[in-house]
């Protein structure tokens, strides 16, 4: 099973200022996605990722895979209450590599 | 495009009944469906892969004598959680592998 390491596990920010969430692995992924989740609800894609290096924009969302595909990172600037919620990444999930490694996600707090 | 619907949003029943939920992608056909289950603050875990027309496979650790799953049809997959007690009272959600996956709402399941 591939493992995914994501850090911090929390993060209470200020609207207004930036974060960045982690996502890290020792297995290199075909593809890694960004969701999030609000509570009582499924986890929601925000993006795909699969080429080593991409850099992609949401907004104010930047996403990034790491060059050898084994890590990514998300970037929220001047984040918003509408923000709050868990980030989870997930490697996996395209092609022959279906199934989707989750890692523990990042409970993001974003205080008006 | 790409929605699934997750039916019931929640339930509540006695320890010993069964309890079925459906899993429904809306607009497209997924032959593949995963079944996860997921504890408050928790990322997601994997507890089974749903095949059109044939057996589950479970994850280690999953009794599927205990949570049975049918993927009868190309838009529909069932879980039942069978005999249920109070410890397998979580919060379930179901995804369609679109590649890359696209989840339900999940279902809210307390077991008195």
């Known amino acids: 099973t591939q493992l995914l390491e994501q850090s911090p596990q929390f993060l209470s920010i200020q609207e207004g200022e930036n974060l960045t969430v982690y996502c890290n692995s020792s297995s290199v992924f075909s593809s890694l996605q960004w969701y999030r989740q609000e509570p009582g609800e499924g986890p929601v894609l925000l993006v795909t990722?699969?080429?080593?290096?991409e850099v992609k924009k949401l907004k104010r969302l930047t996403f990034q895979f790491g060059d050898a595909r084994k890590d990514s990172s998300l970037h929220i600037t001047a984040a918003q209450p509408g923000d709050t919620g868990l980030y989870l990444c997930?490697?996996?999930?395209?092609?022959?590599?279906?199934?989707?490694?989750f890692g523990a996600g990042t409970t993001v707090t974003v205080r008006a | 495009g790409a929605v699934v619907s997750q039916h019931p949003s929640w339930v509540i029943c006695k320890s010993g009944t069964s309890v079925k939920i459906e899993c429904r992608s809306l607009?497209?056909?997924?032959?593949?469906m995963f079944w996860y289950r997921q504890f408050p603050k928790q990322s997601l875990m994997l507890m089974a892969t749903s095949n059109e027309g044939s057996k589950a496979t479970y994850e280690q650790g999953v009794e599927k004598d205990k949570f049975l799953i049918n993927h009868a049809s190309l838009t529909l997959s069932t879980l039942t959680v069978t005999s249920a007690h109070p410890e397998d009272s979580s919060f379930y959600i179901c995804?369609?592998?679109?590649?890359?996956?696209?989840f339900g709402d999940g279902t809210r399941l307390s077991i008195l």
């Open positions: 990722v699969v080429t080593g290096g």
């Open positions: 607009d497209f056909q997924a032959t593949t």
């Open positions: 997930a490697g996996g999930g395209l092609g022959n590599d279906y199934k989707l490694s």
């Open positions: 995804s369609a592998s679109d590649q890359p996956q696209h």
